[in-house]
């Protein structure tokens, strides 16, 4: 007996530590056919995508099934993110998620409605214990939504593992999703990575010229370059019966037949999700919306860098040596698109060259640094950029211009502004926003305290001192004051913020608490008249709203109904 729990315990640890991934255990969490419009790791804005996006015809309210035996350990509603989510744990270690759900089935709807009404907030977050909620392989837990910032109507699904790092679904099985079309090439980059690197006679990136040799062959017309320097590629891929453009699942370089660099989207963890803008040229993709994946890292800060592997720098030394350099991009299917460059090593004349640039403003990116002028100051923490880097910093009253919106930040940089010779009205009312170049002024979070404000902020750019003095403003969308609304299933009002946004919202019925969903999408306050708060004949409703510097509206009227 002993012997047999031992090899129990021995295939539950192997289960749970990767080393087996069952093929068969989950199941899909819709009946219909799996299309997907996103695929594991592809590369989103600040992140990696943590699961796959399964397409719902573009309907909502399809019913959405546990993918295995297990129990709900977690329920998040949220205006934004993943909306409105599930996640069950299964026996076996891994844990499913399921976002931008509409709703929820009717026990598990009735808890979470229990709790908002509890805490007076539509907002929440419940981890459940393992005997609260339990629920079978197939068993209909919620209904296919677009809730949170999701883009259009699909379920999210994940599966993480026991230390909560999300994996790609596809190594599970789901040998019903169909990808019979290969990646596309979409364009090849090549880098000098120091200041005596050149290629052609030139420093800097340059696009590299890609012939057609078959159907998912290309050959690049031959470079001549010395020094280190490094390629970036484009690439998407395409799934059968979809139009999307989704990511690749594997490249892999060679140099000279050896391997040289390697990505593979398996699993990362979130603590190494922003490391997506080390792996993408961020400046290109700030400038014209495209990400170049670079295949060349000086570190390997998540798992999708395959460690076995060099990091992808050539470095030409050797004068008329010749190279043949390979790059492979592959998706789950094994659908293969491949690119040969033939280089040769030879050190021309630099005809342009990067100017190198030194300022005040010298951040190294494993220390901390701090700078201060006129009432503005900034402090970047350890880790705060990839890499070491002279800042332009421009401190104006009451604003700074903080280096280029084209370069990233890893680790927040704290931004803080003294504001005490601002008159006490103008105090109240002030924020911090980040202006774009091209106009829109974005509110940013910040914490005020006593005459100063300070934000945590997460890129470069304009920052300067705003004022909102303007309340949100509050609409009926399908009702008038004193209107019977005894036919109707919703009350629905419009809200909207100008300068900061919504950042609170209280409404109410005869004096109690109502459930309002706010869908910032639309801009709209929702209540379902289902949840019984109305009583027969006349309703007096309340709605404030207050936005994120405290200027707050209050919108009444009467609401007649019979139930």
């Not at 789901?174 to 690197?197: A, M």
């Not at 006349?538 to 404030?544: C, F, P, S, T």
């Amino acid at each position: 007996m002993k012997v047999v729990k031992f090899f129990i315990f021995i295939f539950l640890f192997n289960l749970i530590h990767g080393q087996e991934i069952p093929k068969d255990y989950f199941a899909s969490p819709l009946d219909i056919p799996i299309i997907l419009s996103g695929t594991f790791g592809e590369l989103r804005n600040n992140h990696f995508h943590a699961g796959i996006d399964i397409k719902t015809q573009g309907r909502t309210g399809l019913p959405v099934k546990a993918s295995a035996d297990g129990y709900v350990a977690r329920i998040n509603v949220n205006e934004f993110g993943y909306g409105k989510v599930l996640y069950i744990n299964h026996p076996n270690g891994y844990q499913t998620v399921y976002a931008h759900l509409e709703s929820f089935s009717p026990n598990i709807e009735a808890h979470v409605k229990k709790l908002q009404y509890q805490k007076e907030s539509y907002v929440i977050q419940d981890f459940l214990e393992s005997n609260k909620i339990t629920v079978k392989k197939g068993e209909v837990i919620g209904y296919s939504g677009n809730s949170g910032s999701s883009g259009g109507p699909h379920v999210h699904f994940e599966i993480r593992d026991s230390k909560a790092q999300p994996m790609n679904p596809l190594l599970f099985g789901f040998e019903e999703i169909k990808d019979n079309i290969p990646p596309r090439i979409n364009g090849l980059w090549v880098y000098t990575l120091d200041e005596n690197s050149q290629v052609g006679g030139i420093q800097g990136r340059q696009r590299v010229k890609l012939n057609s040799t078959g159907e998912n062959t290309f050959k690049a017309d031959p470079i001549v370059a010395f020094g280190k320097i490094g390629f970036g590629v484009v690439t998407d891929d395409q799934l059968d019966k979809a139009v999307n453009r989704n990511g690749v699942y594997k490249i892999q370089t060679k140099l000279n037949g050896q391997p040289h660099f390697g990505l593979i989207f398996d699993k990362f963890s979130f603590g190494e999700t922003r490391y997506l803008n080390y792996l993408i040229d961020y400046g290109f993709a700030k400038e014209h919306k495209t990400k170049i994946q670079r295949l060349f890292s000086k570190k390997k800060p998540t798992q999708i860098f395959d460690t076995n592997v060099g990091n992808g720098i050539l470095n030409l030394s050797i004068p008329q040596a010749t190279y043949q350099y390979h790059i492979s991009v592959e998706d789950f299917a094994g659908n293969k698109k491949e690119i040969l460059v033939p280089i040769e090593a030879d050190s021309l004349a630099i005809t342009k060259a990067v100017p190198s640039k030194t300022t005040p403003y010298h951040v190294l990116a494993n220390q901390p640094a701090a700078f201060e002028e006129k009432n503005v100051d900034v402090y970047f923490p350890k880790g705060s950029l990839y890499e070491d880097a002279y800042l332009s910093i421009e401190f104006h009253q009451n604003a700074v211009d903080l280096h280029d919106y084209k370069t990233p930040i890893h680790n927040k940089v704290s931004l803080g502004f003294d504001i005490s010779h601002l008159p006490q009205e103008l105090k109240e009312k002030a924020y911090i926003a980040n202006v774009m170049p091209w106009g829109p002024k974005n509110y940013v979070a910040a914490k005020l305290s006593q005459d100063r404000i300070v934000a945590q902020i997460n890129q470069f750019g304009r920052y300067e001192i705003a004022y909102d003095k303007t309340p949100p403003t509050i609409k009926p969308k399908n009702f008038r004051n004193k209107q019977w609304m005894s036919d109707f299933r919703y009350l629905i009002v419009e809200v909207d913020d100008e300068d900061t946004g919504i950042d609170s919202y209280r409404a109410s019925v005869n004096g109690k608490f109502i459930l309002m969903e706010y869908e910032y999408k639309d801009k709209t306050l929702t209540y379902d008249f289902n949840d019984g708060i109305f009583q027969d004949g006349k309703n007096e409703l309340k709605i404030v709203v207050r936005d994120k510097v405290g200027n707050t509206s209050t919108f009444e009227a009467e609401i007649y109904r019979k139930n």
